[in-house]
């Protein structure tokens, strides 16, 4: 009779992580930016293409007819199926790896947005919405963790916080989308909401063979029991490096890492380790992310009311407004990412969420008097927000670099999630205290409360935030699976795998 005998996996000694952090920038990482940071201008330009069609769906012309009230589940819908996808997706990206949920979630919005232009009535459209709004949550949680864990440490927020700043290119380019498609002197109204649609769909297909070239994230790999995969995917990448002219500098033995691979970590260790291990971080990752959402649905959401309502701009001229408003948003992130690098982001992120506050309470203050314009008005949100965009994206790159490899995906996404519901709550809050138009105290009021948000967060995060820049993930937070952490498994019994 035999018996079975259970025995303890080998910890692989390697330099994989240090070896990714001293590439030089090529057109690998053009190629990683330009294929997994479309994400962010998907989501923009789906958002503002709801924001665009829906005084249209609500005629008959439309082919749909839906009520006012509709328009606000279509958003809702949206809403909720980001929130499960992040969840759900999130928890696979950490167990099945980066390289097969980017492709999976993609693929799951192309679908969802395409179908939406396809919709025949109100249930259909919801279901569609859904489906496209699963896609986009899911991305969050898998494109983060995979921009992060490929490109270099010296460059990491400058790279992180710039895609996620692209969220406005994609909100830009669906106001000027609309500007033409939704005209109905130039395209009839029953096609145009439908080709906006699909818009999205279209550039995701594009985007998607791009997505095919780039590699599974090795230190995903190493960490998930795949050392000899991960091996590989390094090699091919520093050959690409070398054929084109790229110098490769040795990489110093102590900057080696220990691991013992583990395939999934249980959602119960998952909870412990943010939770009970990491609290300072759990705090300032959740502040930042609630905060800024709660300051950008507040005033977005209730841009186009503002200006109507208080300002006599006609609904048809609000995109207008809309247009120098996105540049902004987009300028800040692209203008002061390098920052993130250099001076650092405790710093930076107090700076931005501080200059954002400032602003914020100026304009609160002009506002009250009856001292703006719809032009003016404009101006301090575009000045405003140029800050606030670039504090905004900092909140991702921070909940994204400062928690263990394994859990990565799922943080990103517990976070994202307690941040869309923080940002619904403040835009149904702000299209209240806007009112007729009759009174600015309500809404006054209201800004001085975003800005005192805002000031918060930059607070927390001088407190508690991390001096994360130009340092490798894996000495930010040391791997679950990490010997260090482990203990039960001794370092002498080791064997060098990935030099």
Not at 36 to 41: A, K, N, P, R, T
Not at 163 to 184: D, E, F, K, Q, R
Not at 379 to 384: E, I, S
Not at 414 to 436: E, K, R, T
Request: proline fraction near 4%; charged fraction near 15%; glycine fraction near 12%.
């Amino acid at each position: 009779m035999s018996t079975t005998v259970q025995t303890e996996p080998e910890a692989v000694r390697s330099l994989i992580p240090a070896r990714m952090d001293r590439l030089p920038w090529t057109r690998f990482h053009w190629m990683v930016v330009t294929g997994l940071g479309v994400s962010w201008i998907l989501d923009g330009l789906e958002i503002q293409l709801v924001a665009d069609v829906g005084s249209i769906l609500t005629e008959e012309e439309s082919g749909l007819g839906i009520s006012p009230a509709s328009v606000g589940l279509l958003a809702s819908v949206y809403l909720i199926g980001q929130v499960v996808g992040a969840l759900v997706f999130g928890r696979l990206t950490d167990r099945l790896g980066r390289r097969r949920l980017f492709i999976m979630t993609l693929m799951i919005y192309l679908i969802g947005s395409g179908l939406a232009g396809l919709s025949w009535n109100l249930e259909s459209f919801l279901v569609f919405r859904f489906i496209a709004g699963m896609g986009i949550g899911g991305e969050y949680a898998a494109i983060n963790s995979a921009i992060d864990e490929l490109i270099p440490a010296k460059y990491r927020g400058r790279v992180d916080i710039a895609v996620n700043g692209t969220y406005w290119g994609g909100a830009l380019l669906g106001s000027l989308g609309a500007l033409v498609l939704l005209n109905p002197d130039l395209v009839p109204m029953a096609w145009g909401w439908r080709i906006a649609f699909l818009l999205g769909p279209v550039l995701g297909l594009v985007i998607i063979y791009i997505r095919r070239h780039i590699p599974e994230s090795p230190r995903w790999q190493l960490t998930h029991g795949y050392a000899d995969e991960a091996e590989k995917t390094v090699e091919g990448i520093e050959k690409t490096v070398r054929e084109r002219g790229g110098e490769l500098p040795e990489v110093d033995e102590s900057k080696a890492i220990e691991v013992v691979g583990e395939r999934s970590i249980p959602i119960l260790r998952v909870g412990r380790i943010m939770f009970q291990e990491y609290p300072r971080r759990s705090i300032l990752g959740a502040t930042m992310m609630v905060t800024q959402s709660f300051l950008y649905n507040a005033i977005f959401f209730s841009y186009a009311l503002v200006l109507h309502n208080f300002f006599d701009v006609p609904h048809g001229s609000v995109a207008l407004y809309f247009i120098p408003f996105a540049i902004g948003n987009l300028l800040g992130p692209l203008l002061l990412g390098p920052l993130f690098d250099t001076l650092g982001r405790r710093k930076m992120i107090l700076a931005t969420y501080g200059l954002a506050a400032v602003v914020l309470a100026l304009a609160a203050v002009l506002f009250q008097a009856g001292a703006l314009t719809a032009v003016t008005q404009t101006v301090l949100w575009c000045v405003c927000f140029f800050f606030a965009s670039a504090g905004a994206s900092s909140a991702y790159l921070t909940v994204s670099e400062i928690f263990p490899i394994e859990l990565r995906g799922q943080a990103i996404a517990f976070f994202f999630c307690i941040a869309q519901l923080a940002g619904a709550g403040a835009s149904a809050l702000y299209a209240s205290l806007v009112g007729d138009g009759s009174d600015a105290g309500p809404l006054t009021i209201g800004y001085f409360l975003g800005a005192g948000l805002m000031l918060t967060g930059g607070l927390v995060a001088w407190f508690l935030g991390i001096n994360a820049e130009r340092q490798s993930l894996e000495d930010i937070a040391d791997p679950v699976t990490s010997v260090k952490r482990r203990g039960a498994v001794r370092a002498e019994g080791a064997h060098p795998a990935a030099h």
